[in-house]
T-cell receptor, first 112, second 111 residues
Framework: DADVTQTPRNRITKTGKRIMLECSQT?????MYWYRQDPGLGLRLIYY???????NKGEISDGYSVSRQAQAKFSLSLESAIPNQTALYFC???????????FGSGTRLTVV | SQELEQSPQSLIVQEGKNLTINCTSS?????LYWYKQKYGEGLIFLMM?????EEKSHEKITAKLDEKKQQSSLHITASQPSHAGIYLC???????????FGTGTRLTVIP
């Protein structure tokens, strides 16, 4: 099993719909992150969480919300999806020692 | 990311050739991370650099961090088709281990 699992892998949704992307990890890391990747823009941080009670906005949090249900689970919600939220979304975890992030395989989201 | 510039944006090389990818930060780095991404897939951690002048190697890939800790290079020796993908640098500029990423370098290796 993968250390960081994202579901679904692919999703097509309509404008205005609410959608949730899920992430679970078996690394035992406290820190979890959500990024989106757009062509030519690299990875941009949406939200991050350093433990279950700690949620922080990243550089592009508008239109998104998150929930840290447990140390191992961090979900990302789009309350009302819009086409410019079409992107590849990545969940990642890290340990405080900073030995790199472990990324999930990504969720490809298309909003039509 | 506006704090991190990666060059070149894309690179096409013949198999067997050497190549270098650069990553430049406007701020001093607490840590610099290199990742490789196969098209449309997740990111695989390659190397982490933290000390000025540090150099690490793994197989045919060498990463260096300059003494000022603002620039890093990734060098691939004798490239192979398996090296193809997108290479991203991630920078910790606050010490909080929140990474900002470059826009990536798309590497194509022609057999």
């Amino acid at each position: 099993d993968a250390d960081v699992t994202q579901t679904p892998r692919n999703r097509i949704t309509k404008t205005g719909k609410r959608i949730m992307l899920e992430c679970s990890q078996t690394k035992g890391h406290d820190r979890m992150y959500w990024y989106r990747q757009d062509p030519g823009l690299g990875l941009r941080l949406i939200y991050y969480s350093f433990d279950v009670k700690d949620i922080n906005k990243g550089e592009i949090s508008d239109g998104y919300s998150v929930s840290r249900q447990a140390q191992a689970k961090f979900s990302l919600s789009l309350e009302s999806a819009i086409p410019n939220q079409t992107a590849l979304y990545f969940c990642a975890t890290s340990d405080p020692e900073g030995y790199g992030y472990t990324f999930g395989s990504g969720t490809r989201l298309t909003v039509v | 990311s506006q704090e991190l510039e990666q060059s070149p944006q894309s690179l096409i090389v013949q198999e067997g050739k050497n190549l270098t990818i650069n990553c430049t930060s406007s701020k001093t780095l607490y840590g610099l991370y290199w990742y490789k991404q196969k098209y449309g897939e997740g990111l695989i951690f390659l190397m982490m650099l933290q000390k000025g002048g540090e150099e690490k190697s793994h197989e045919k890939i060498t990463a260096k961090l300059d003494e000022k800790k603002q620039q890093s290079s990734l060098h691939i020796t004798a490239s192979q088709p398996s090296h193809a993908g997108i290479y991203l640098c991630g920078a910790d500029v606050t010490g909080a281990n929140n990474l900002f990423f470059g826009t990536g370098t798309r590497l194509t290796v022609i057999p």
